[in-house]
């Protein structure tokens, strides 16, 4: 027998519990779990109000983790939530093995595993959907946000000139800053949906050098309008993500005008290349020390605290499951 975290009933805080070591099959590695994150899509899934329906239950949740397979440190995704099968928040997992990425050495598992899938969004967002160039302007919305972090250092690393960031809390700006963004913008609260984009569009405008390049926005909702108010003439936003809300008031003027390009992006996307490709950079940018995001490792008794804290927001940070 084996530990992991348990989900038993949708909509309700996970357990630790004990359950059957997984036997691999064809096409399948065993993997010794070191790190594994609670992230939004763990979080949805778990719900059971997600776009891929009802999770077979009980299962272990984690859609990505980084462990041990064949004498090599690996990251590797699972379906849990979104197909029948368990993930990566117990002690052993069950890989396809072409999924699996050999991380570099002297990479920092639960390093790596903060970063994930979302260090990937940001990275591909920026350069395959945004096709950002060296030398432009970004602004990064959510900028707190594990998203938001890697992207602005991403930014950064692909030779953008600036990189502006938004973010809600203060403690989301200093994060933000802390990333290495040129400066911060503080995005209205969660109540204040209704506020008025012309005044963001200028608070935005203020922060940045002229006419910017390229948005990238997990947040959609009143802060894309008023970003894409700062765009230059064919400028790009590549929206990532709803968490200020699921429509947005952009206006059509604004649009036509500049003939600006609204993108949507999501990992789902990815051919398992392009993907690895992307893990491979992230790990690798991640071991040299100019990537990170900010994280809390938790052990897996503490597992159900911290599934809720990250759940109601109060943790503010990524948190990562220790298994080893």
């Known amino acids: 027998m084996m530990r992991a975290l348990q989900i038993d ?10 359950r059957p070591e997984p036997v691999p099959g064809p096409g399948l590695e065993l993997v010794r779990v070191v790190a594994a994150p609670i992230t939004p899509l763990d979080l949805l899934c778990a719900t059971g109000t997600s776009y891929f329906g009802l999770p077979a239950l009980p299962y272990v949740p984690g859609v990505q983790g980084v462990g041990s397979a064949g004498g090599r440190l690996v990251w590797f995704p699972t379906a849990a939530g979104m197909a029948p099968g368990d993930g990566s928040m117990a002690e052993l997992a069950l890989a396809r093995a072409e999924d699996l990425v050999e991380l570099p050495e002297g990479a920092d598992p639960f390093a790596v595993a903060a970063l994930g899938l979302s260090a990937v969004a940001a990275y591909q967002a920026l350069t395959w959907r945004g096709e950002l160039a060296a030398g432009e302007q970004v602004l990064v919305l959510g900028g707190g946000g594990a998203v938001g972090q890697a992207a602005i250092q991403l930014a950064r690393l692909a030779g953008a000139r600036r990189v502006v960031a938004a973010a809600r809390s203060a403690a989301g700006l200093e994060r933000a800053r802390q ?3 040129d400066a911060v913008v503080p995005l209205p609260p969660a109540a204040s949906a209704s506020d008025d984009v012309d005044g963001l569009a200028r608070r935005f405008a203020d922060a940045c050098d002229g ?4 948005v990238l926005d997990p947040l959609y909702g009143v802060p894309a309008a008023a970003a894409a108010r700062t765009l230059r003439p064919g400028g790009r936003l590549v929206n990532l993500g709803s968490a200020a809300a699921e429509t947005c008031p ?3 003027a604004t649009l036509r005008s500049r003939s600006l390009r609204v993108l949507g992006y999501t990992n789902n996307e990815l051919s398992r290349e392009r993907r690895a490709a992307a893990v491979a950079h992230v790990a690798e940018q991640s071991a040299a020390g100019r990537l990170a995001v900010t994280h ?7 597992a159900a605290r911290a599934w809720h804290g990250q759940a109601s927001g109060a943790s503010g940070v990524r948190i990562v499951l220790d298994l080893g």
């Open 211 to 214: 006419p910017v390049d390229l």
């Open 179 to 181: 990333a290495g963004a």
């Open 296 to 302: 809390e490792v938790v052990p897996l008794d503490q």
């Open 9 to 18: 009933e949708c909509g309700r805080p996970p357990a630790v519990a004990a």
């Open 250 to 252: 952009l206006d059509s």
